[in-house]
């Protein structure tokens, strides 16, 4: 019988206790031996809630538990997650965490330390919620050397996103509404700000590569400047707006970048809505491969995490290796890299405005759904070039303000 603990009982902790429990059956099946849930720590009690009988309120009962094999890290942040799943490991139990936080910031550390004590330190549920992806980068995609990854990798964003699209809807009310449905927080600051997608892009690009991707090196921007009129023009150019996270692991170099980008309707990703996710991964000999599913949820998120004690206890005694290293990865700058941009003007004289677009950008197509502004599609030109020039614009007398602009991907 292989017995188990979980750390914390909040959404994702009652999730796993809830399929543990429900599919016993077939986890104990997979896992080829009874799994039994041992303890539940939470400082927290439950009055009537089954996890009653497996409660404790004390982290000693477990690391010093010989009897537990495995630990289910699900309190998030990285205090005292950190503290206790590094005890656990060096007391000789495997790990497995849906902890995003955590593992960005020290999975290279926990899994040198799991692979020290011949156990293991699993994540799968950190990037993409139900969707499979740590495991097939570390155990299916083998043959080859990974060129990018992309993706749509938070759920809240995208909801609000696709409630924005018909350009009939603010911001504030699209926030609301994922609020209201329980898709964004109360402080929705790591969602809409694009904290969460670059701790997960970081994530996928460390295993990537095999070096220590860092979340601080990752120029992200989020979601929370895009207007309604914003959403208008991107309608116009055929396209639809997605928070993408990329990651460009080019051997003579690397960039990586979070950001709203204008995509076109024939990119797989354009067809993501609401509060799925969807990862493209490229390889050099296997080509691209689309990873598609809910990304967040109870339930979707807990059965990753259960997958994870299953490998676990399959793996008993017998490390999987380190898949990433804390040597540091170090990134180009966004700067040198070429990109296209939807740039929306206001103007206080079009036809001069429109003309001064033109010798400075070298464009002469224009998009208008606003009385005095335009917008217009740069060309391809490296980044630094593109800041150059609107700063040249944003200095033309014919050009009140340079109100927005947005990566054009179409």
């Keep these: 019988m292989a017995k188990i603990a979980i750390l914390g009982y909040g959404t994702v902790g009652s999730g796993v206790f809830e399929v543990i429990t429900r599919n016993n059956d077939i986890v104990s099946k997979n896992a080829k031996e009874k ?3 041992k303890y539940v720590l939470d400082l927290r009690d439950f009055p009537g809630d089954p996890v009653e009988k497996v409660l404790t309120h004390n982290f000693e009962d477990i ?24 005890r656990s490991l060096q007391a000789g139990k495997s790990v497995c965490s849906s902890n995003k936080e955590l593992v960005e910031a020290h999975g290279a550390e926990l899994m040198a330390i799991a692979k020290e004590n011949s156990v293991n330190f699993l994540f799968e549920a950190s990037v993409g919620g139900g969707i ?15 060129l990018s990854i992309s993706g749509i990798l938070n759920g809240t964003t995208n ?7 018909s350009g009939t809807l603010k911001y504030e009310e699209a926030l609301k509404n994922a609020q209201d449905k329980g898709y964004a927080e109360k402080d929705p600051t790591a969602d809409v700000e694009g904290f969460d997608a670059c701790r997960k892009i970081a994530i996928l690009s460390s295993i990537a590569t095999g070096k220590n991707v860092s979340f601080d090196d990752i120029p992200t921007t989020g979601i929370s400047k895009i207007t309604k009129t914003d959403m208008k023009y991107v309608n116009a150019t055929g396209g639809s707006i997605k928070l993408i996270a990329k990651a460009v692991l080019d051997e003579n170099g690397a960039w990586a970048r979070v950001a709203p980008v204008i995509i076109s309707k024939e990119n797989p990703l ?10 493209l991964v490229e390889g050099d000999m296997l080509g691209e491969t689309m990873y598609y599913g809910k990304g967040a949820g109870k339930l979707a998120t807990a059965a990753a995490v259960v997958s994870d004690v299953v490998e676990n206890i399959l793996l008993k005694n017998n490390n999987v290796g380190c898949l ?15 990109v296209q941009k939807l740039v929306r003007i206001k103007v206080n004289d ?35 070039l593109i800041k150059e020039k609107l700063e040249k614009l944003s200095n033309e007398a014919a050009v009140k303000q340079v109100r927005t602009t947005i990566l054009y991907e179409a």
């Design 132 to 146: 499979p992806i740590i495991r097939p980068l570390r155990t299916s995609i083998t043959a080859d050397r990974i």
């Design 35 to 37: 799994v039994e849930i």
């Design 63 to 86: 690391v010093s538990d010989s009897e537990v094999e495995v630990v289910v890290e699900v309190m998030g942040g990285t205090k005292p997650a950190y503290d206790f799943v590094k």
């Design 350 to 384: 079009i036809e001069k405005a429109e003309e001064a677009v033109c010798d400075i950008f070298g464009v002469d197509e224009f998009i208008t759904v606003k009385d005095g502004e335009t917008a217009f599609i740069t060309k391809k030109e490296k980044e630094a």
């Design 324 to 338: 990433w290293s804390e040597e540091k990865m170090q990134l180009e700058s966004l700067d040198d890299i070429e």
């Design 270 to 279: 354009s067809t993501v809505n609401k509060v799925f996710n969807a990862i």
């Design 159 to 165: 909801y609000m996103l696709t409630n924005m699209s």
